[in-house]
């Protein structure tokens, strides 16, 4: 098998894969945002072995196929419009997934194979975290005061509410909304990276010479 084929056939099975995890949730918040069973590492595998441009491919294409998963599956895009359904699928599935893919950038930083793979994965998810935040502060942030004051958030929600107003309170739950499924996704793609950099011909993959 060729390198352009076997990287097409490679691509498609782990983007295939990564779609079929996302379904898996651990758990799901009610407003969108979900801890899935490590369904972010496929797109950062395929960005570390084959670099940031395929990666980022990579990634929007899985970002595309999460957005029509999130449209026909969950309440992302209720009550917005069309220009809110436009930054959500740019911020929230295209930017965020396609950061996945960059990954890569770290494989000739590090030289242990385990903590190369490792650092790409968990620098390739924050930055999906930041896109999320980005889409929370500017599309979503009218929902601060009333989440602060929900159930969960007694003493605490007060205290965010009396300190934070405007933009800044927004980004507040912006970042602790979106931190809620991303840490916990992050903490598991990073653990998956370590298992798979164990495993020889995982880690003979990974570091492979590019084509």
């Known amino acids: 098998m060729n390198s ?14 990564g779609t079929v995890l996302s379904l898996v949730k651990v758990f799901e918040l009610p407003y969108g945002g979900s801890v899935t069973l490590f369904s972010m590492v496929p797109v950062i595998f395929l960005g570390f072995v084959y670099g940031p441009k395929w990666g980022l491919l990579c990634g929007a294409v899985f970002g595309a196929l999460q957005g029509l998963l999130g449209a026909t599956m969950s309440s992302a895009f209720a009550g917005q419009q ?4 436009a930054l959500i699928l740019l911020l929230d599935y295209l930017f965020a997934f396609s950061a996945l893919g960059l990954s890569g950038i770290f494989r000739q930083l590090i030289g242990n194979p385990a903590a190369s793979f490792a650092t790409g994965t968990l620098a390739a998810s924050l930055m999906r975290l930041a896109c999320h935040f980005v889409s929370g502060v500017i599309l979503f942030g009218g929902y601060a005061e009333w989440y602060f004051t929900q159930e969960g958030f007694p003493a605490f929600g007060a ?12 980004a507040v ?31 003979e993959k990974l570091f492979q010479a590019r084509t």
Do not use: C, D, H
């Open 173 to 203: 739950y912006s970042l602790i909304y979106n931190a809620s499924y991303m840490l916990p996704e992050t903490a598991l793609a990073v653990f998956a990276a370590v298992v798979l950099a164990s495993v020889k011909p995982v880690r």
């Open 159 to 170: 205290r965010i509410l009396e300190r934070y107003s405007g933009i800044g309170l927004s």
């Open 4 to 17: 352009p084929t076997q990287r097409l056939t490679l691509s498609g099975v782990m983007i295939g894969m």
């Open 82 to 85: 069309w220009w809110g359904v």
